[in-house]
């Protein structure tokens, strides 16, 4: 069993939009932390509003991170950096062929649809808020998660081939 061939073109373009989705939330974050009055783009009313989530509680460290450390704290990055670094690791650890690579990009990406599930419940019924952005990045970790499972059961199947 080989890798599958289109797992890198989706890889690729999965993680290019995780990244590009992740900026531009760190963008509306910080625009709207230094201009309150600042609109973003994906702000289309109410109760449609990214910028409301990101400058939420719960759009740094998860709203976990600050009930154990200062909400100032370095530790208490915005979620987008973490976007960032996880899409940056899966894009870089997606041109691995190790096992180790594959079970990573596996354990990482059951963390970031975990971490997706909870976030959307935090939006429905806490925030109640439709932020295009978080739910474009759940579905992007949805389908890492599905490629990093056929990847791992490919590399696999190969190592078992080649030994």
């Given at each position: 069993?080989?890798?599958?061939?289109w797992?890198?073109?989706?890889r690729?373009?999965?993680c290019?939009?995780?990244?590009?989705?992740s900026v531009?939330?760190?963008h509306?974050?910080l625009?709207?932390?230094?201009?309150?009055?600042?609109?973003?783009?994906?702000?289309?009313?109410?109760?449609?509003?990214?910028?409301?989530?990101?400058?939420s509680r719960?759009?740094?460290g998860?709203g976990?991170?600050?009930?154990?450390?200062a909400?100032?704290?370095?530790?208490?990055q915005p979620n987008s950096?973490l976007?960032?670094?996880?899409?940056t690791?899966?894009?870089?650890?997606?041109?691995s062929?190790?096992?180790?690579?594959?079970?990573?990009?596996?354990?990482?990406?059951w963390?970031?649809?975990?971490?997706?599930?909870y976030?959307?419940?935090i939006l429905?019924?806490v925030?109640g808020d439709f932020?295009?952005?978080c739910?474009?990045?759940?579905?992007?970790?949805?389908?890492?998660l599905?490629?990093?499972?056929?990847?791992?059961?490919a590399i696999e199947g190969?190592?078992?081939k080649?030994?």
């Amino acid at each position: 069993m080989a890798l599958p061939t289109w797992e890198r073109k989706v890889r690729i373009f999965l993680c290019v939009f995780g990244l590009f989705l992740s900026v531009y939330a760190l963008h509306v974050e910080l625009s709207r932390e230094s201009n309150p009055d600042y609109r973003a783009m994906c702000d289309l009313g109410e109760s449609v509003s990214c910028s409301k989530v990101f400058t939420s509680r719960w759009g740094r460290g998860f709203g976990l991170v600050q009930l154990v450390v200062a909400e100032d704290s370095p530790l208490n990055q915005p979620n987008s950096v973490l976007g960032i670094i996880f899409y940056t690791l899966q894009m870089g650890l997606g041109l691995s062929l190790s096992k180790k690579a594959a079970m990573f990009l596996v354990f990482s990406s059951w963390v970031s649809v975990a971490g997706s599930i909870y976030l959307a419940c935090i939006l429905a019924f806490v925030l109640g808020d439709f932020c295009m952005v978080c739910v474009s990045t759940y579905v992007i970790n949805f389908a890492l998660l599905f490629t990093n499972l056929r990847r791992r059961g490919a590399i696999e199947g190969m190592k078992e081939k080649a030994g």
